[in-house]
């Protein structure tokens, strides 16, 4: 079959695949005699122009830069597996990675020197591309990987739906967060976003375009689940609905100490059954520890008139820990769910006077981090770097934690400003066939220092991170990462610990020549 195209069109596929080749220096020739149809098809979707290059160079971190040779704009899966297969089969393969939005801090989503599949392409082209059909029947809505997980709200929300296990702030896409985790406050009662999924499409390493799910495929399905985007690209993903509340009671609970409050979160988590109807819809933690306004670009909370005694209360014991849990209520239990809520705080520790609460639709509160995203952005504060750590603590030793790092490290520097998130979760809700590593005790908190910085300071919140790393390896803190980084081999390998194996052999199973998401640096840290 011979393809026509306009000449234009043809000769700028030609130019760019050609180029993106001599690069990269792939051997087999473009055979443009035989019209190598899907080649040059792939190539109308590559681009090397510079704001394009630049843009894939960067992340939410804006620590790491990597330059790709080029970006795949896909309208469809197929042409994600043409760029797979042309790399796959070549003697010289180059690396690929799907970018979902970019959010990492790490470059987790660059591909230095290979090609960056820009997802959101797909979700812009929506004829092609996979986008969001809802099953109002089974339950379920079909996303596309590329989907941002704020479109996946609203477009389940129109019928009343929605997904039970979601992150703090929307968006991110549903490709990116399934590659981690997928975590927030209904994690310890629903799982992780990674524990509510019943199957995905995936493109391999090897360009197989398989679908999987528990029962079919199951080996992909595991791996790639939390798998850091090393064993395929998601290209769609069903997800669980259930009917969705209208409205949520939300309130915040401040302590001056330590172990009530870990005790309160923790006896909080123990009523996690999916159908119990007395167990919270949601619960986290922060610290509020700076001098200025006890809110954060996270959420905006507190009652003005009530900031001053909260500041003066941090003034005097230097942290303060404010617990922060949900009410889900509908038509049927606007009526009983204060006294529902007045029931779950009843025996709890916190300091008299300190609890808040708002009642808020459910949209507005799962959307919550948005509009401090748009304050920082109209300050021009959203896109500087983010010196993050996220870890992932057993229960046993997150008193020494809080001991040697929050009222230690911490306090000692002085210079952590921003959100600093810390609440418990139950293993039970997670699946150790999945790539995800959390600590092996039954109860495990996540950390968060989610820092902002200056461009030229940075490196003063990495110094501290390292330090709390040190810290934990000296006191033999059993610390995880979430969102992990690292730049050698041995470090991976420990951060997998007795999964590695499984782990490694997926990437020989599933991507033998090391194409995907290089970025992570755990096949390609030479
Ligand atoms: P990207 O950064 O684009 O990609 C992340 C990794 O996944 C890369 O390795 C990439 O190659 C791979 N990848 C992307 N798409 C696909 C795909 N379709 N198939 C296979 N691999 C793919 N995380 C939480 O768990 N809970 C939170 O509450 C939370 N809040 C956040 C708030 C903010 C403001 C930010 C910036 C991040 C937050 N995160 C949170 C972290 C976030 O979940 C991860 O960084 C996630 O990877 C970002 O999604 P993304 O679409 O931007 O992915």
Redesign the pocket.
Known sequence: MVMSFQFPAYFTAIFIITRVMSIMKISKPLDVHHKDIRAVDLATKLSVDPSAIESASR??GGIVKAEPEAVLHPSAPQDIAALIKFSYSNSVPFGI?????????RG??MAENGVVVD?RSMANNRRNGTGIRISIDRLYADVG??QLWIDVLNATLEYGLAPVSW???LY??V???L??????GQTFRYGPQISNVLEMDVITGKADFLTCSPRMNSELFYA?LGG??QF????RARIPLQPAPKGVKWVRLLYDDFSSFAKDQELLISKNGRKDKSALDYLEGSLLMDQGSPDNWRSSFFPHKDHPRIISLITKHGIIYCLEIVKHYDDRTKHTVDKEMKQVLQGLNYMPGFMFGKDVGYEEFLNR?RSGELKLKSQGLWDVP?PWLNLFIPKSQISDFNNGVFRGIVLERNITTGPVLVYPMNRQKWDDRMSAVIPDEEIFYTVGFLHSSGFDTWEAFEDQNKDIMRFCNKTGILVKQY?PHYSTKEEWVHHFGSKWKVFQHRKYQFDPRMLL?P??RIFNNN
Not at 98 to 105: E, M, Q, R
């Open positions: 992340d939410f990675a799907a970018k979902g939005h970019g959010h990492s801090v987790q989503a997802m990987g590329e992150t703090d702030y991110l896409t490709g990116g967060t590659s981690n985790a997928g975590i927030s790639v850091l985007g395929g690209i998601i290209t981090v983010h969102l998401s970025g992570q």
